[in-house]
């Protein structure tokens, strides 16, 4: 069963535009929340996490939104750029803890096309 | 500032053959994962290493064996590969488990 759904395989916006790209969990115990991107033939960086104590948070042009009674969190890119094309990874966990609890699971990832 | 850095970046095996895949950090980092990433099914945990002389399993250990050689090295070995085991292939560490993971760039792995 998976925990961490990523229910949109693909999406594909206008540059300028914005990127709405949406994660839903079914572990109520997650607090702590993290996206990924990736690149063709890298592996996954960073972008950007958020803990059940706050319902947004910034960074630049990436903004990440938390719902907890609907379980669903989203990653907000304004305004979206070429160089932004990419898989977006969802992942969840369980802030202080360590072991099994503590690791990430990941979504199936969706993946991002903005054209120009 | 090499960050984690994984060897070697492509393999092909035959079935049955083993390989051990090797990964260093830089970071001084406690922790440190082995993950496969297939088409359509995300990235999905192997074995971790919660700090320096521990190993436990994750989501899909079987037909696989990791060593923490040291704080730094983390590796993963096939004994005898298959098919199934055809994958990418991504190491990763943290400091702290409240933190983000950082991934080394991959190892592709195609077992004939």
């Known amino acids: 069963d998976q925990q961490v759904k990523q229910n949109s395989p693909s999406l594909s916006v206008q540059e300028g535009r914005i990127s709405i790209l949406n994660c839903d969990y079914t572990n109520s115990m997650f607090d702590y929340f993290l996206w990924y991107k990736k690149y063709p033939a890298e592996g996954p960086t960073f972008l950007i996490s958020?803990?059940?104590?706050?319902d947004k948070n910034e960074d630049g042009r990436f903004t990440v939104f938390l719902n907890k009674s609907a379980k669903h969190l989203s990653l907000h890119i304004v305004p979206s750029q070429p160089g932004d094309s990419a898989v977006y990874f969802c992942?969840?966990?369980?802030?202080?803890?360590?072991?099994?609890?503590?690791?990430?699971?990941f979504g199936k990832g969706t993946k991002l096309s903005v054209k120009p | 500032n090499a960050g984690v850095t994984q060897t070697p970046k492509f393999q092909v095996l035959k079935t049955g053959q083993s390989m051990t895949l090797q990964c260093a950090q830089d970071?001084?980092?406690?922790?440190m994962y082995w993950y496969r990433q297939d088409p359509g099914m995300g990235l999905r945990l192997i074995y971790y290493?919660?700090?320096?002389?521990?190993?436990d399993k994750g989501e899909v250990p079987n037909g696989y064996n990791v060593s923490r050689l040291n704080k730094r090295e983390f590796s993963l070995r096939l004994e005898s590969a298959a098919p199934s085991q055809t994958s990418v292939y991504f190491c990763?560490?943290?400091?702290?488990?409240?933190?983000?993971?950082?991934f080394g760039n991959g190892t592709r792995l195609t077992v004939t």
């Open positions: 970071m001084n980092h406690n922790s």
């Open positions: 958020i803990s059940s104590i706050k």
């Open positions: 290493s919660a700090s320096e002389g521990t190993t």
């Open positions: 990763a560490s943290r400091a702290v488990y409240n933190s983000p993971l950082h």
């Open positions: 992942a969840a966990s369980r802030m202080n803890y360590g072991g099994s609890q503590g690791n990430l699971i």
